[in-house]
Protein backbone atom coordinates (compact mmCIF):
# COMPACT_ATOMS: atom_id res chain seq x y z
CA UNK A 1 0.00 0.00 0.00
CA UNK A 2 1.57 3.48 -0.72
CA UNK A 3 1.63 6.37 1.37
CA UNK A 4 -0.55 8.39 -0.46
CA UNK A 5 -3.02 5.40 0.18
CA UNK A 6 -2.24 4.96 3.73
CA UNK A 7 -3.11 9.14 4.01
CA UNK A 8 -6.28 8.77 2.58
CA UNK A 9 -7.54 5.80 4.98
CA UNK A 10 -6.66 7.54 7.96
CA UNK A 11 -8.13 11.04 7.09
CA UNK A 12 -10.72 8.80 6.11
CA UNK A 13 -11.02 7.45 9.51
CA UNK A 14 -10.79 10.17 11.42
CA UNK A 15 -13.55 11.51 9.17
CA UNK A 16 -15.80 8.77 10.40
CA UNK A 17 -14.74 8.75 13.97
CA UNK A 18 -16.18 12.69 13.61
CA UNK A 19 -19.53 11.55 12.09
CA UNK A 20 -20.19 9.58 15.01
CA UNK A 21 -18.67 11.85 17.51
CA UNK A 22 -15.69 10.57 18.59
CA UNK A 23 -13.34 12.32 21.18
CA UNK A 24 -11.89 15.04 18.65
CA UNK A 25 -7.93 14.60 20.05
CA UNK A 26 -8.87 10.60 18.70
CA UNK A 27 -10.05 12.62 15.68
CA UNK A 28 -6.79 15.24 15.28
CA UNK A 29 -4.01 12.02 15.86
CA UNK A 30 -5.13 10.15 13.20
CA UNK A 31 -5.51 13.73 10.87
CA UNK A 32 -1.74 14.39 12.32
CA UNK A 33 -0.75 11.30 11.24
CA UNK A 34 -1.85 11.87 8.08
CA UNK A 35 0.40 14.78 7.58
CA UNK A 36 3.13 13.61 9.16
CA UNK A 37 3.30 10.65 6.41
CA UNK A 38 2.19 13.08 3.89
CA UNK A 39 5.83 14.69 4.16
CA UNK A 40 7.67 11.45 4.51
CA UNK A 41 10.11 10.60 1.68
CA UNK A 42 10.38 7.09 1.22
CA UNK A 43 7.06 4.24 1.18
CA UNK A 44 6.24 2.50 4.21
CA UNK A 45 5.49 -0.47 2.79
CA UNK A 46 9.08 -0.68 0.81
CA UNK A 47 10.77 0.27 3.89
CA UNK A 48 8.74 -2.49 6.07
CA UNK A 49 9.97 -5.08 3.30
CA UNK A 50 13.58 -4.06 3.97
CA UNK A 51 12.95 -4.17 7.69
CA UNK A 52 12.97 -0.94 8.35
CA UNK A 53 10.68 1.19 10.55
CA UNK A 54 10.36 4.15 9.18
CA UNK A 55 7.90 5.65 11.75
CA UNK A 56 9.83 5.17 14.79
CA UNK A 57 10.46 8.91 16.25
CA UNK A 58 7.64 10.12 14.29
CA UNK A 59 6.43 13.07 16.03
CA UNK A 60 2.84 12.59 16.83
CA UNK A 61 2.90 8.84 16.06
CA UNK A 62 2.38 6.25 19.10
CA UNK A 63 2.65 2.57 19.40
CA UNK A 64 -0.66 1.76 19.05
CA UNK A 65 -1.10 4.16 15.69
CA UNK A 66 2.20 2.46 14.37
CA UNK A 67 0.98 -0.32 14.38
CA UNK A 68 -2.20 0.52 13.03
CA UNK A 69 0.01 1.58 10.20
CA UNK A 70 2.08 -0.90 9.62
CA UNK A 71 -0.83 -3.14 8.92
CA UNK A 72 -2.17 -0.69 6.74
CA UNK A 73 0.69 -0.89 4.84
CA UNK A 74 1.62 -4.68 4.78
CA UNK A 75 -2.25 -6.13 4.43
CA UNK A 76 -3.98 -3.13 2.88
CA UNK A 77 -6.37 -2.77 4.76
CA UNK A 78 -7.33 -1.94 8.32
CA UNK A 79 -10.33 -3.41 10.97
CA UNK A 80 -10.93 -0.33 12.59
CA UNK A 81 -12.05 1.24 8.98
CA UNK A 82 -13.73 -1.70 7.72
CA UNK A 83 -15.61 -1.58 10.92
CA UNK A 84 -16.60 2.26 10.79
CA UNK A 85 -17.33 1.78 7.40
CA UNK A 86 -20.13 -0.77 7.83
CA UNK A 87 -21.48 2.14 10.62
CA UNK A 88 -21.92 4.97 8.70
CA UNK A 89 -23.30 5.30 5.17
CA UNK A 90 -20.99 6.11 1.57
CA UNK A 91 -23.14 9.47 1.64
CA UNK A 92 -22.30 11.07 5.10
CA UNK A 93 -18.42 10.85 3.90
CA UNK A 94 -19.63 12.87 1.21
CA UNK A 95 -21.82 15.25 2.81
CA UNK A 96 -18.94 15.93 5.96
CA UNK A 97 -16.99 17.14 3.21
CA UNK A 98 -19.25 19.36 1.37
CA UNK A 99 -18.36 23.14 2.87
CA UNK A 100 -19.43 24.28 5.38
CA UNK A 101 -21.79 21.73 7.05
CA UNK A 102 -20.00 19.57 9.12
CA UNK A 103 -20.12 15.65 10.98
CA UNK A 104 -23.35 16.87 13.08
CA UNK A 105 -25.53 18.10 10.59
CA UNK A 106 -24.28 15.70 7.91
CA UNK A 107 -25.76 13.20 10.36
CA UNK A 108 -28.83 14.72 11.34
CA UNK A 109 -29.72 15.15 7.80
CA UNK A 110 -29.10 11.37 6.65
CA UNK A 111 -30.65 10.23 9.10
CA UNK A 112 -33.91 12.34 9.08
CA UNK A 113 -34.16 12.57 5.49
CA UNK A 114 -32.97 9.20 4.32
CA UNK A 115 -30.77 10.79 1.56
CA UNK A 116 -28.62 8.27 -0.44
CA UNK A 117 -26.24 11.11 -2.53
CA UNK A 118 -25.45 14.75 -2.83
CA UNK A 119 -28.04 14.93 -5.34
CA UNK A 120 -30.86 13.99 -3.68
CA UNK A 121 -29.57 16.32 -0.49
CA UNK A 122 -29.93 19.32 -2.85
CA UNK A 123 -33.17 18.16 -4.33
CA UNK A 124 -34.36 17.98 -0.85
CA UNK A 125 -32.68 21.35 -0.33
CA UNK A 126 -34.61 23.14 -3.30
CA UNK A 127 -38.45 20.70 -1.65
CA UNK A 128 -37.43 22.77 1.40
CA UNK A 129 -37.42 19.69 3.57
CA UNK A 130 -33.46 20.56 4.76
CA UNK A 131 -34.72 24.03 6.03
CA UNK A 132 -37.45 22.22 8.79
CA UNK A 133 -34.99 20.33 10.42
CA UNK A 134 -34.48 21.44 14.23
CA UNK A 135 -31.17 23.57 14.06
CA UNK A 136 -31.17 24.49 10.23
CA UNK A 137 -33.64 27.07 8.40
CA UNK A 138 -33.56 29.12 5.49
CA UNK A 139 -30.39 30.65 5.60
CA UNK A 140 -28.36 27.17 6.10
CA UNK A 141 -30.70 25.89 3.44
CA UNK A 142 -29.32 28.24 0.80
CA UNK A 143 -25.98 28.23 1.74
CA UNK A 144 -25.93 24.60 1.94
CA UNK A 145 -27.78 24.71 -1.37
CA UNK A 146 -24.56 26.62 -2.92
CA UNK A 147 -22.37 24.65 -1.86
CA UNK A 148 -23.79 21.20 -2.69
CA UNK A 149 -24.02 23.39 -6.79
CA UNK A 150 -19.77 23.34 -5.83
CA UNK A 151 -19.43 19.83 -4.31
CA UNK A 152 -21.49 18.70 -7.74
CA UNK A 153 -19.39 20.51 -9.89
CA UNK A 154 -17.04 17.92 -12.16
CA UNK A 155 -14.21 20.18 -11.70
CA UNK A 156 -14.24 19.52 -8.03
CA UNK A 157 -12.83 16.01 -8.88
CA UNK A 158 -10.05 16.67 -10.40
CA UNK A 159 -6.45 15.62 -8.21
CA UNK A 160 -4.28 18.45 -6.78
CA UNK A 161 -1.27 19.37 -8.42
CA UNK A 162 1.11 18.06 -5.63
CA UNK A 163 -0.92 15.02 -5.61
CA UNK A 164 -0.99 13.98 -10.02
CA UNK A 165 2.72 15.14 -9.29
CA UNK A 166 3.85 12.65 -6.75
CA UNK A 167 2.24 10.14 -8.77
CA UNK A 168 4.01 10.99 -11.74
CA UNK A 169 7.26 11.30 -10.20
CA UNK A 170 6.63 7.11 -9.09
CA UNK A 171 5.78 6.37 -12.42
CA UNK A 172 8.81 8.18 -14.33
CA UNK A 173 10.90 6.51 -11.39
CA UNK A 174 9.79 3.12 -12.60
CA UNK A 175 10.05 3.46 -16.24
CA UNK A 176 13.79 4.67 -15.40
CA UNK A 177 14.41 1.48 -14.25
CA UNK A 178 13.96 0.08 -18.17
CA UNK A 179 17.20 -0.24 -20.04
CA UNK A 180 15.19 0.71 -22.76
CA UNK A 181 13.78 4.23 -21.82
CA UNK A 182 16.68 6.83 -22.41
CA UNK A 183 14.44 9.66 -20.77
CA UNK A 184 11.46 10.50 -19.64
CA UNK A 185 8.77 13.53 -18.22
CA UNK A 186 5.70 14.22 -17.03
CA UNK A 187 4.00 16.41 -19.82
CA UNK A 188 0.15 18.24 -20.17
CA UNK A 189 -1.69 19.58 -16.85
CA UNK A 190 1.10 18.38 -14.10
CA UNK A 191 4.10 19.91 -16.57
CA UNK A 192 2.07 23.22 -16.76
CA UNK A 193 1.29 23.43 -12.85
CA UNK A 194 -2.35 23.56 -12.99
CA UNK A 195 -4.05 23.66 -9.66
CA UNK A 196 -5.36 20.22 -10.27
CA UNK A 197 -4.96 18.07 -12.34
CA UNK A 198 -7.52 15.12 -14.59
CA UNK A 199 -5.53 12.85 -16.14
CA UNK A 200 -1.62 12.22 -15.54
CA UNK A 201 -0.04 12.98 -18.75
CA UNK A 202 3.89 10.92 -19.25
CA UNK A 203 6.33 10.72 -22.48
CA UNK A 204 8.96 8.41 -22.34
CA UNK A 205 11.57 8.04 -25.55
CA UNK A 206 13.53 5.10 -26.63
CA UNK A 207 13.81 2.55 -29.21
CA UNK A 208 12.02 -0.18 -28.09
CA UNK A 209 8.77 1.13 -27.03
CA UNK A 210 6.79 -2.45 -26.70
CA UNK A 211 9.16 -3.06 -24.27
CA UNK A 212 8.91 -0.05 -22.92
CA UNK A 213 5.31 -0.14 -22.24
CA UNK A 214 5.34 -3.22 -21.38
CA UNK A 215 7.60 -1.99 -18.02
CA UNK A 216 4.63 0.89 -17.61
CA UNK A 217 1.86 -1.68 -17.68
CA UNK A 218 3.31 -3.86 -14.56
CA UNK A 219 3.76 -0.77 -12.59
CA UNK A 220 2.34 -2.18 -8.93
CA UNK A 221 -0.02 0.93 -8.74
CA UNK A 222 -1.91 0.09 -12.27
CA UNK A 223 -5.34 -0.87 -11.34
CA UNK A 224 -7.02 -1.37 -14.72
CA UNK A 225 -5.99 -1.32 -18.59
CA UNK A 226 -7.99 1.22 -20.48
CA UNK A 227 -5.91 0.84 -23.94
CA UNK A 228 -2.96 0.27 -25.56
CA UNK A 229 -1.52 0.96 -28.75
CA UNK A 230 1.86 0.60 -30.75
CA UNK A 231 3.22 3.67 -29.08
CA UNK A 232 1.05 4.72 -25.94
CA UNK A 233 -0.99 3.14 -23.35
CA UNK A 234 -3.64 4.34 -20.95
CA UNK A 235 -4.53 2.80 -17.41
CA UNK A 236 -6.06 3.69 -13.91
CA UNK A 237 -3.71 4.47 -11.22
CA UNK A 238 -4.62 5.50 -7.88
CA UNK A 239 -7.62 7.09 -6.85
CA UNK A 240 -8.70 6.11 -10.36
CA UNK A 241 -6.80 8.55 -12.28
CA UNK A 242 -5.95 7.89 -15.95
CA UNK A 243 -2.33 7.88 -16.70
CA UNK A 244 -1.53 8.06 -20.60
CA UNK A 245 2.14 7.07 -21.84
CA UNK A 246 3.39 7.91 -24.99
CA UNK A 247 6.74 6.65 -26.54
CA UNK A 248 8.71 8.59 -29.18
CA UNK A 249 12.48 8.37 -30.49
CA UNK A 250 14.36 10.14 -28.63
CA UNK A 251 15.67 12.50 -31.32
CA UNK A 252 11.52 13.43 -31.17
CA UNK A 253 11.78 14.02 -27.49
CA UNK A 254 11.69 17.92 -27.50
CA UNK A 255 9.07 18.09 -29.98
CA UNK A 256 6.95 15.83 -28.23
CA UNK A 257 7.53 17.26 -24.79
CA UNK A 258 5.78 20.94 -26.52
CA UNK A 259 3.17 19.14 -28.30
CA UNK A 260 2.05 17.16 -24.88
CA UNK A 261 2.73 19.33 -22.96
CA UNK A 262 0.04 21.81 -24.41
CA UNK A 263 -2.09 23.89 -23.95
CA UNK A 264 -4.09 23.43 -27.20
CA UNK A 265 -4.01 26.81 -27.86
CA UNK A 266 -0.08 27.24 -27.58
CA UNK A 267 0.65 24.18 -29.26
CA UNK A 268 -1.68 25.88 -32.19
CA UNK A 269 0.07 29.05 -32.25
CA UNK A 270 3.44 28.35 -32.07
CA UNK A 271 2.28 25.62 -34.61
CA UNK A 272 1.28 28.18 -37.00
CA UNK A 273 4.72 29.97 -36.12
CA UNK A 274 6.64 27.09 -37.28
CA UNK A 275 4.33 26.93 -40.63
CA UNK A 276 5.28 29.93 -41.71
CA UNK A 277 9.22 29.42 -41.35
CA UNK A 278 8.22 25.87 -43.35
CA UNK A 279 9.20 23.38 -40.52
CA UNK A 280 6.16 21.40 -39.44
CA UNK A 281 5.76 20.68 -35.66
CA UNK A 282 4.58 17.48 -34.26
CA UNK A 283 4.75 15.37 -31.94
CA UNK A 284 6.93 12.81 -33.94
CA UNK A 285 9.89 15.46 -34.54
CA UNK A 286 10.22 18.70 -37.07
CA UNK A 287 9.90 18.29 -40.43
CA UNK A 288 10.33 20.36 -43.47
CA UNK A 289 7.53 21.72 -45.39
CA UNK A 290 6.53 23.36 -48.69
CA UNK A 291 8.11 23.04 -52.39
CA UNK A 292 11.61 22.06 -50.99
CA UNK A 293 10.59 18.82 -48.95
CA UNK A 294 14.78 17.70 -49.16
CA UNK A 295 16.00 20.43 -47.20
CA UNK A 296 17.49 19.28 -43.88
CA UNK A 297 15.66 20.43 -40.54
CA UNK A 298 18.01 21.92 -38.18
CA UNK A 299 18.64 19.84 -34.55
CA UNK A 300 15.79 20.13 -32.08
CA UNK A 301 17.65 18.43 -29.40
CA UNK A 302 15.97 20.55 -26.59
CA UNK A 303 12.79 22.84 -26.58
CA UNK A 304 14.60 25.67 -26.99
CA UNK A 305 15.89 24.87 -29.94
CA UNK A 306 12.53 24.70 -31.24
CA UNK A 307 11.16 28.11 -30.12
CA UNK A 308 13.93 29.50 -31.43
CA UNK A 309 13.32 28.01 -34.91
CA UNK A 310 9.96 29.80 -34.17
CA UNK A 311 11.94 33.11 -33.49
CA UNK A 312 10.88 33.03 -30.18
CA UNK A 313 12.49 32.63 -26.67
CA UNK A 314 11.80 29.89 -24.92
CA UNK A 315 8.32 29.93 -23.14
CA UNK A 316 8.55 28.18 -19.43
CA UNK A 317 5.36 25.24 -19.07
CA UNK A 318 3.68 27.87 -16.72
CA UNK A 319 3.34 30.32 -19.03
CA UNK A 320 1.77 28.16 -22.08
CA UNK A 321 -2.15 28.32 -20.62
CA UNK A 322 -4.30 29.67 -22.84
CA UNK A 323 -4.46 31.55 -26.13
CA UNK A 324 -2.10 34.48 -26.80
CA UNK A 325 0.93 33.09 -25.21
CA UNK A 326 2.93 32.88 -28.33
CA UNK A 327 1.85 36.66 -29.38
CA UNK A 328 2.67 37.94 -25.34
CA UNK A 329 6.41 36.45 -25.09
CA UNK A 330 6.77 37.91 -28.62
CA UNK A 331 5.82 41.28 -27.48
CA UNK A 332 6.51 41.44 -23.53
CA UNK A 333 9.68 38.92 -23.70
CA UNK A 334 9.59 36.13 -21.10
CA UNK A 335 10.23 37.15 -17.66
CA UNK A 336 13.15 34.59 -15.64
CA UNK A 337 10.72 32.95 -13.12
CA UNK A 338 11.14 32.82 -9.71
CA UNK A 339 12.60 29.36 -8.62
CA UNK A 340 12.66 27.63 -4.91
CA UNK A 341 15.99 28.16 -4.79
CA UNK A 342 15.45 32.23 -4.86
CA UNK A 343 13.45 31.85 -1.78
CA UNK A 344 15.09 33.23 1.21
CA UNK A 345 12.65 32.89 3.71
CA UNK A 346 9.15 31.59 4.91
CA UNK A 347 6.93 33.67 6.71
CA UNK A 348 3.78 31.88 7.88
CA UNK A 349 3.30 28.63 9.97
CA UNK A 350 2.07 27.25 13.09
CA UNK A 351 3.30 25.21 16.35
CA UNK A 352 2.07 23.02 18.61
CA UNK A 353 1.07 26.69 20.75
CA UNK A 354 -1.66 26.71 18.34
CA UNK A 355 -2.72 24.22 16.21
CA UNK A 356 0.59 22.79 14.19
CA UNK A 357 2.11 19.41 14.54
CA UNK A 358 5.70 20.65 15.39
CA UNK A 359 7.52 22.74 18.43
CA UNK A 360 9.09 25.74 18.05
CA UNK A 361 12.13 23.95 18.29
CA UNK A 362 11.57 21.55 15.65
CA UNK A 363 10.29 23.78 12.88
CA UNK A 364 13.02 26.38 13.59
CA UNK A 365 15.29 22.88 12.90
CA UNK A 366 13.47 22.29 9.79
CA UNK A 367 13.81 25.68 8.24
CA UNK A 368 17.65 25.22 9.15
CA UNK A 369 18.02 22.02 7.25
CA UNK A 370 16.32 23.43 4.19
CA UNK A 371 18.70 26.43 4.27
CA UNK A 372 16.00 29.28 5.07
CA UNK A 373 17.91 32.60 6.32
CA UNK A 374 14.54 33.63 7.98
CA UNK A 375 11.06 32.39 8.98
CA UNK A 376 8.03 34.07 11.00
CA UNK A 377 6.45 31.72 13.37
CA UNK A 378 2.82 32.84 12.91
CA UNK A 379 0.33 31.24 15.42
CA UNK A 380 -3.35 32.03 15.55
CA UNK A 381 -4.43 34.78 17.86
CA UNK A 382 -7.53 34.47 20.12
CA UNK A 383 -10.57 34.54 17.18
CA UNK A 384 -9.83 30.90 16.69
CA UNK A 385 -10.38 29.41 19.74
CA UNK A 386 -10.81 25.82 18.10
CA UNK A 387 -7.15 25.86 17.67
CA UNK A 388 -6.08 26.62 21.06
CA UNK A 389 -5.55 30.13 19.43
CA UNK A 390 -2.67 32.45 21.75
CA UNK A 391 -4.34 35.98 23.68
CA UNK A 392 -1.89 38.67 24.48
CA UNK A 393 -0.50 36.63 27.70
CA UNK A 394 0.58 33.34 25.96
CA UNK A 395 1.99 35.30 22.41
CA UNK A 396 4.08 37.89 24.61
CA UNK A 397 5.35 34.47 26.41
CA UNK A 398 6.28 32.51 22.79
CA UNK A 399 8.23 35.74 21.68
CA UNK A 400 10.14 35.48 24.61
CA UNK A 401 11.03 32.21 23.69
CA UNK A 402 11.95 32.78 19.56
CA UNK A 403 14.30 35.69 21.67
CA UNK A 404 15.83 32.97 23.66
CA UNK A 405 16.13 30.69 20.28
CA UNK A 406 17.11 33.37 18.42
CA UNK A 407 20.06 34.11 21.12
CA UNK A 408 20.73 30.39 21.26
CA UNK A 409 21.34 30.04 16.93
CA UNK A 410 23.18 32.93 16.73
CA UNK A 411 25.96 32.20 19.65
CA UNK A 412 26.41 28.61 17.56
CA UNK A 413 26.45 30.44 14.14
CA UNK A 414 26.47 34.11 13.55
CA UNK A 415 24.96 33.42 10.24
CA UNK A 416 21.88 31.22 11.65
CA UNK A 417 18.39 31.12 10.30
CA UNK A 418 16.43 34.38 12.15
CA UNK A 419 13.33 33.30 13.97
CA UNK A 420 11.07 36.61 13.45
CA UNK A 421 7.96 37.18 16.25
CA UNK A 422 5.40 36.75 14.10
CA UNK A 423 1.31 36.20 14.60
CA UNK A 424 -1.82 35.37 12.59
CA UNK A 425 -4.20 37.73 13.73
CA UNK A 426 -8.07 37.13 12.85
CA UNK A 427 -10.21 39.72 10.91
CA UNK A 428 -13.17 40.17 13.07
CA UNK A 429 -17.09 39.87 11.87
CA UNK A 430 -17.94 43.28 13.72
CA UNK A 431 -14.19 45.04 12.31
CA UNK A 432 -11.12 45.17 14.00
CA UNK A 433 -8.56 42.33 14.94
CA UNK A 434 -8.17 39.82 17.42
CA UNK A 435 -5.69 41.59 18.67
CA UNK A 436 -4.95 45.06 20.27
CA UNK A 437 -2.04 47.58 18.79
CA UNK A 438 0.22 47.56 21.29
CA UNK A 439 0.86 43.97 21.25
CA UNK A 440 1.21 43.84 17.23
CA UNK A 441 3.27 46.81 17.41
CA UNK A 442 6.00 44.34 19.47
CA UNK A 443 5.86 41.80 16.56
CA UNK A 444 8.30 41.45 13.35
CA UNK A 445 5.81 40.03 11.08
CA UNK A 446 2.00 40.23 11.14
CA UNK A 447 -0.45 37.91 8.87
CA UNK A 448 -4.03 39.04 8.62
CA UNK A 449 -6.69 36.08 7.71
CA UNK A 450 -10.46 36.43 7.50
CA UNK A 451 -11.40 32.74 8.99
CA UNK A 452 -15.16 33.28 10.21
CA UNK A 453 -18.04 35.37 8.67
CA UNK A 454 -17.57 34.49 5.21
CA UNK A 455 -21.05 34.06 4.61
CA UNK A 456 -21.14 38.25 5.15
CA UNK A 457 -21.86 40.10 1.78
CA UNK A 458 -19.56 41.09 -0.47
CA UNK A 459 -19.42 44.59 1.08
CA UNK A 460 -18.88 43.59 4.17
CA UNK A 461 -16.45 40.98 3.65
CA UNK A 462 -14.28 43.60 1.43
CA UNK A 463 -14.27 46.42 4.05
CA UNK A 464 -12.88 43.53 6.72
CA UNK A 465 -10.29 42.97 4.35
CA UNK A 466 -9.64 46.47 3.67
CA UNK A 467 -9.58 47.46 7.39
CA UNK A 468 -7.29 44.92 8.00
CA UNK A 469 -4.99 46.41 5.33
CA UNK A 470 -5.24 49.92 6.31
CA UNK A 471 -3.73 48.42 10.02
CA UNK A 472 -0.22 49.99 10.37
CA UNK A 473 0.97 47.28 12.08
CA UNK A 474 0.03 44.31 9.19
CA UNK A 475 2.22 43.06 7.56
CA UNK A 476 0.50 40.83 5.08
CA UNK A 477 -3.13 39.74 4.20
CA UNK A 478 -2.93 35.77 4.28
CA UNK A 479 -5.22 33.57 1.73
CA UNK A 480 -6.93 36.69 0.68
CA UNK A 481 -9.87 34.60 -1.11
CA UNK A 482 -10.83 31.95 1.82
CA UNK A 483 -10.97 29.37 -0.75
CA UNK A 484 -10.03 25.61 -0.77
CA UNK A 485 -9.77 23.58 -3.63
CA UNK A 486 -12.16 20.86 -4.23
CA UNK A 487 -14.04 21.65 -0.95
CA UNK A 488 -14.70 25.30 -0.41
CA UNK A 489 -15.19 28.32 -2.83
CA UNK A 490 -13.66 31.48 -1.98
CA UNK A 491 -15.44 34.25 -0.18
CA UNK A 492 -17.47 37.03 -1.72
CA UNK A 493 -14.84 39.50 -1.79
CA UNK A 494 -14.22 42.68 -4.41
CA UNK A 495 -10.52 41.25 -4.62
CA UNK A 496 -9.67 44.10 -7.14
CA UNK A 497 -10.35 46.88 -4.43
CA UNK A 498 -8.58 44.80 -2.27
CA UNK A 499 -5.36 44.78 -4.15
CA UNK A 500 -5.97 48.48 -5.00
CA UNK A 501 -6.16 49.37 -1.13
CA UNK A 502 -2.39 47.02 -0.82
CA UNK A 503 -1.22 49.09 -3.52
CA UNK A 504 -1.94 52.22 -1.89
CA UNK A 505 -0.60 51.17 1.61
CA UNK A 506 2.19 48.79 0.77
CA UNK A 507 0.41 45.93 2.74
CA UNK A 508 1.62 42.37 0.91
CA UNK A 509 -0.70 39.78 -0.09
CA UNK A 510 0.04 36.48 0.27
CA UNK A 511 0.60 33.27 -2.18
CA UNK A 512 -0.44 30.76 0.24
CA UNK A 513 1.43 27.12 -0.67
CA UNK A 514 -0.84 24.84 0.74
CA UNK A 515 -2.03 22.60 -1.78
CA UNK A 516 -5.76 23.24 -0.86
CA UNK A 517 -5.54 26.76 -0.97
CA UNK A 518 -2.85 28.31 -3.67
CA UNK A 519 -4.73 31.43 -2.77
CA UNK A 520 -4.17 33.81 -4.74
CA UNK A 521 -4.68 32.30 -7.81
CA UNK A 522 -2.40 32.73 -11.05
CA UNK A 523 -4.86 35.91 -12.26
CA UNK A 524 -5.27 37.59 -9.07
CA UNK A 525 -1.58 37.18 -8.09
CA UNK A 526 -0.82 38.43 -11.58
CA UNK A 527 -3.04 41.73 -11.57
CA UNK A 528 -1.63 42.26 -7.72
CA UNK A 529 1.90 42.01 -9.39
CA UNK A 530 0.71 44.55 -11.97
CA UNK A 531 -0.82 46.68 -9.19
CA UNK A 532 2.99 46.65 -7.89
CA UNK A 533 2.02 44.84 -5.06
CA UNK A 534 4.73 42.90 -3.11
CA UNK A 535 3.72 39.14 -3.05
CA UNK A 536 4.81 36.95 0.06
CA UNK A 537 5.00 32.95 -1.01
CA UNK A 538 4.46 31.19 2.15
CA UNK A 539 3.78 27.36 3.07
CA UNK A 540 1.40 28.08 6.26
CA UNK A 541 2.92 24.73 7.49
CA UNK A 542 1.37 22.90 10.25
CA UNK A 543 4.10 20.79 10.20
CA UNK A 544 7.88 20.30 9.50
CA UNK A 545 6.90 18.52 6.21
CA UNK A 546 4.32 21.49 5.15
CA UNK A 547 7.47 23.61 4.74
CA UNK A 548 8.42 21.36 1.13
CA UNK A 549 4.84 22.74 0.11
CA UNK A 550 7.10 25.98 -0.73
CA UNK A 551 7.44 24.84 -4.22
CA UNK A 552 3.54 24.60 -5.05
CA UNK A 553 3.17 28.30 -3.86
CA UNK A 554 6.50 28.97 -6.25
CA UNK A 555 4.49 27.27 -9.47
CA UNK A 556 1.46 29.16 -8.57
CA UNK A 557 3.87 32.97 -8.39
CA UNK A 558 5.26 31.26 -11.83
CA UNK A 559 1.86 30.68 -13.52
CA UNK A 560 1.24 34.45 -12.62
CA UNK A 561 4.83 35.00 -14.84
CA UNK A 562 6.27 36.37 -11.11
CA UNK A 563 9.59 36.88 -11.01
CA UNK A 564 12.26 36.77 -8.19
CA UNK A 565 12.11 40.79 -7.75
CA UNK A 566 7.59 40.58 -7.66
CA UNK A 567 8.21 38.13 -4.29
CA UNK A 568 9.43 39.66 -1.24
CA UNK A 569 10.51 36.49 0.68
CA UNK A 570 13.72 36.13 -1.95
CA UNK A 571 15.09 39.34 -0.27
CA UNK A 572 17.42 39.01 2.35
CA UNK A 573 15.97 39.98 5.66
CA UNK A 574 17.44 43.18 6.14
CA UNK A 575 16.32 44.66 2.64
CA UNK A 576 12.54 42.57 3.19
CA UNK A 577 12.55 45.09 6.66
CA UNK A 578 13.49 47.98 4.62
CA UNK A 579 10.44 47.17 2.14
CA UNK A 580 7.89 46.43 4.63
CA UNK A 581 5.83 49.38 5.99
CA UNK A 582 6.09 50.10 9.93
CA UNK A 583 5.22 53.61 11.39
Same mark, same amino acid.
Given at each position: ?????????????????????????????????????????? +????????????? /???????????????????????????????????? /?????????????? $?????????????? +??????????????????????????????? $??????????????????????????????????? $????????????????????????????????????????????????????????????????????? #????????????? @???? +?????? *???? #???????? @????????? #??????????????????????????????? +??????????? *?????????????????????????????????????????????? /????????????????????????????????????????????????????????????????????????????????????????????????????????????????????????????????????????????????? @????????????????????????????????????????????????????
Amino acid at each position: MTNEAIVAALEEIALLLEYLGDNPFRCRAYRAAADTISGLGE +EIASARRSGRDPL /AGLPGIGTDLADKIGTLADAGRLPILDELRSRVPPV /AVALVRVPGLGPKK $ARVIVEALGVGSLE +ETARACREGRVAALKGFGDKTQAALLRSLSF $ALDPDTKRMLWRDADAIAARVCSWLEQCPDVVRTA $AVGSVRRGRETVGNVDLLASGEAPAAILDRFLSWPEVTTLVDRGATTAHVRGPRDIEIRLTVVADDAFA #AASITRTGSAEHV @GELS +ERARQR *GFEL #ATDGIHAV @GTDALRPCP #AAHDEAAIYALCGLPWIPPELREGPGTVARA +EALGVPRLVTV *GDIRGDLHMHTTASDGEATLVEMARGAIARGLEYIAITDHGPRVAM /ARGLGPERLLAQWEEIDALNASLRDADPSATVILKGVEVDMLEQGGLDLPDDVLARADWVVASLHYGQQQSRDRITARIIEAIGNPWVSVIGHPTGRLINRRPAYDVDIEAVIAAAARTGTFLEINANPWRLDLDDRHAAAARDA @GVGLVVSTDAHAVSGLDNLRCGILQARRAGCAAGDVVNTLSLRDLRTRMRRP
